[in-house]
């Protein structure tokens, strides 16, 4: 089975703060992802990446960046963090040809709260 | 730009009836079609994709999507559910030989009482 880790379940921090999350995956997938969950929104794409030390930008990319230094480590970077980026944050990875026609496998998420 | 909709936030419904969750899709190009489900304080897991072929996709847990191109639906069915379905439910759609871009619609909420 793959598997997807993301560094912590639940994490608090204070606003202005440089936040990062990490995510790796076991499976030698080429493709990441980095989405927000907020209620009566769903997912919501921020980054992906489809190789190392390639990044394309998601539909909400403000105020956050990533680093893919590794093919197996994903990270997001909230740059300035603030209270508008309270969340719960799920990474996903896939693998497979450029398709578009592979599942994605998901982490457990990050609830980060931010005073 | 592909959409998705879920026509209902929320569905209770009572143990071992059958549910019906809705999907709704807009898209002027073939796409691949997914369901997802939620469990508490988890990730996300695949229940099912519909690829290409056969209409009536089946998934794990007895879960059973249908494809409709014609009402460009991809609703979701379980002829008897148990309190362990509680969850929430994510559809999901994707153009085909895309960019990765997953577009889901935003999510139903399925409670089974006893």
């Known amino acids: 089975d793959v598997k997807v880790t993301q560094s912590s379940r639940y994490l608090v921090k204070r606003t202005g703060e440089k936040v990062f999350l990490e995510c790796v995956q076991d499976?030698?997938?080429?493709?990441m992802f980095w989405y927000r969950q907020d209620p009566g929104l769903g997912l919501r794409l921020i980054y992906f990446?489809?190789?190392?030390?390639?990044?394309e930008k998601g539909d909400i990319p403000e105020g956050y960046s990533v680093s893919r230094e590794k093919k197996e480590r994903f990270s997001l970077i909230l740059e300035s963090a603030s209270t508008n980026q309270t969340s719960m944050y799920l990474c996903?990875?896939?693998?497979?040809?450029?398709?578009?026609?592979?599942?994605?496998?998901f982490g457990d998420g990050t609830r980060l709260s931010i005073l | 730009a592909q959409s998705v909709t879920q026509l209902d936030s929320q569905v209770p419904v009572f143990e071992e009836a059958p549910v019906e969750l809705r999907c709704n899709y807009s898209?002027?190009?073939?796409?691949?079609l997914f369901w997802y489900v939620q469990y508490p304080n988890q990730g996300l897991q695949l229940l099912l994709k519909?690829?290409?072929?056969?209409?009536l996709v089946k998934g794990i847990n007895g879960f059973e999507a249908e494809f409709n191109k014609s009402q460009t639906s991809f609703h979701l069915r379980k002829p008897s559910v148990h309190i362990s379905d509680t969850a929430e439910y994510f559809c999901?759609?994707?153009?085909?030989?895309?960019?990765?871009?997953?577009?889901f619609g935003k999510g139903t909420l399925l409670t089974v009482n006893p």
């Open positions: 996903a990875s896939e693998g497979g040809a450029r398709y578009g026609n592979q599942p994605q496998h």
């Open positions: 898209s002027s190009v073939s796409v691949y």
């Open positions: 999901a759609v994707r153009v085909r030989g895309s960019n990765y871009k997953l577009t």
């Open positions: 990446s489809y190789d190392v030390k390639m990044k």
């Open positions: 519909y690829l290409s072929g056969s209409t």
């Open positions: 499976m030698d997938h080429e493709n």
